[in-house]
């Protein structure tokens, strides 16, 4: 998974490696906002979660949380795929 969003994200972005757990979190840089990369997300049936909401100051609205625990398939390569275009759309 991590090999594919690194494949469909920006070169800038930071992704996590996680070593346990079930979730990926990405900073997009500060030139991105993550709230507009959910919205845009979820009008293409995909749910991500924009970081600013695990923040009590408004925190890492350059970033978003990615869950996953299904088996990969081509459906989730192609949603990260789409993930990936509307990275470009979500700038500030």
Known sequence: MIWCLQQAFPST???SDPQGGCVIWIDLGAAYDSVKLFQLALLSGISI???YIFSATNKYRSCIRLSYGLP???KIEQAIKTL???VHLAKK
């Open 72 to 74: 990969w398939d081509e």
């Open 84 to 86: 990936g275009g509307l």
């Open 13 to 15: 972005a930071r992704i």
């Open 49 to 51: 979660t924009p970081g």
